[in-house]
């Protein structure tokens, strides 16, 4: 079984600075890991995703994100947010070659930019 | 057009109550999910289904039951709605595990 941990619940930056969101998995088996974004009253969207490849994957909206599988994680970055980026942030996990192949989600991250 | 979409995007009923939530989906995909989202939980998976005829449980399905009417077709419903069922249901597809999951704008559910 996999599961996913996002320590940060709330991130509060100011404009125009830089941001990581945290992301760590646990499996026993492969992974490919995601990133959603979802904006005040709508559903998720897919920012980014690894698969296979180069560890280090851009997404949407300047967003990237880098998988490290030695620390188990994938977290998110963004050298200069704006205001627009305010919105929940999700990491999602699924095993590779199980029978079910289900998305695993974190609880979720609160990016609030300020200005 | 929206790729996915669900209706109703906002119900209210009372504790009891049969209720219905629907989604249909333009993309062609084979794979449809129900998730549950409450705050500080993340999204929760009710039901999934790889086809027509392949109908799965997920994490949460007790108090649940679905139905895969068509390949754009998935309906979720709560045969006897009890208050902490209250969230927000997101339907999704994909076309292949690696693939996107596409989401429809979701149902905010109240049960008074």
């Known amino acids: 079984a996999q599961s996913v941990t996002q320590l940060d619940s709330q991130v509060p930056v100011f404009e125009e600075a830089p941001v990581e969101l945290r992301c760590n998995y646990s499996?026993?088996?492969?992974?490919?890991l995601f990133w959603y974004v979802q904006y005040p009253n709508q559903g998720l969207q897919l920012l980014l995703k690894?698969?296979?490849?180069?560890?280090l994957v851009k997404g949407i909206n300047g967003f990237e994100a880098e998988f490290n599988k030695s620390q188990t994680s994938f977290h998110l970055r963004k050298p200069s947010v704006h205001i627009s980026d305010t919105a929940e942030y999700f990491c999602?996990?699924?095993?590779?070659?199980?029978?079910?192949?289900?998305?695993?989600f974190g609880t979720g991250t609160l990016l609030a930019v300020q200005p | 057009d929206a790729d996915v979409t669900q209706t109703p995007r906002n119900r209210i009923t009372k504790t009891g109550k049969r209720i219905m939530l629907e989604c249909s989906q333009t993309?062609?995909?084979?794979?449809m999910y129900w998730y549950r989202q409450d705050p500080g939980l993340g999204l929760r998976l009710i039901y999934y289904?790889?086809?027509?005829?392949?109908?799965n449980k997920g994490e949460i399905s007790d108090g649940y039951s679905v139905s895969r009417q068509a390949q754009a077709k998935f309906s979720l419903s709560l045969e006897s709605a009890i208050p902490n069922q209250t969230a927000l249901y997101f339907c999704?597809?994909?076309?292949?595990?690696?693939?996107?999951?596409?989401f429809g704008p979701g149902t905010r559910l109240t049960v008074l």
């Open positions: 999704a597809t994909s076309g292949q595990y690696t693939d996107t999951q596409y």
């Open positions: 499996s026993s088996v492969s992974v490919y």
């Open positions: 690894y698969l296979s490849g180069s560890t």
């Open positions: 999602a996990v699924v095993g590779i070659g199980g029978a079910t192949n289900k998305l695993i």
């Open positions: 993309k062609g995909h084979d794979r």
């Open positions: 289904s790889f086809d027509v005829k392949d109908i």
